[in-house]
């Protein structure tokens, strides 16, 4: 029977994700993400702008209603929390190995 040392695998890639410690990969993707989504958004802002300023028929000052609504942007909601939050993968391998045989046909003496 042989036994090796057993390995402690901790796996704390989530926790450092969570604190903002990315590999260069996971960084790239989400900045590509944030970007792409952001410049949909300012499009799409845009874009409604430019419809509400074709209405002219409305008699409405929207140039000064834009500026108004960009001058008075949402306040922001603050809170805090504790990072990281989720508990690092902790994995155990143990190795054993055994050689033993099982013994057919014969007569085992106990009190010999």
């Given at each position: 029977m042989s036994l090796e040392m057993p390995?402690?695998?901790?796996?704390?890639?989530?926790c450092f994700k969570e604190c903002g410690l990315k590999n260069f990969s996971d960084v790239t993707r989400e900045g590509?993400?944030?970007?792409?989504r952001r410049a949909l958004e300012y499009t799409g802002e845009?874009?409604?702008?430019?419809?509400?300023?074709?209405?002219?028929?409305l008699n409405r000052p929207v140039?000064?209603?834009i500026a108004l609504e960009k001058a008075m942007k949402e306040v922001k909601d603050?809170?805090?929390?504790?990072?990281?939050q989720s508990r690092p993968v902790i994995e155990?391998?143990?190795e054993v190995s055994s050689d033993w045989r099982p013994t057919t046909g014969r007569?085992?003496?106990?009190?010999?």
């Open positions: 390995r402690l695998i901790i796996d704390q890639s989530q590509a993400e944030l970007g792409q845009i874009a409604e702008q430019g419809n509400r300023m074709a209405h002219i028929e140039i000064a209603e603050f809170n805090i929390t504790f990072i990281p155990v391998q143990i007569n085992i003496d106990i009190n010999a």
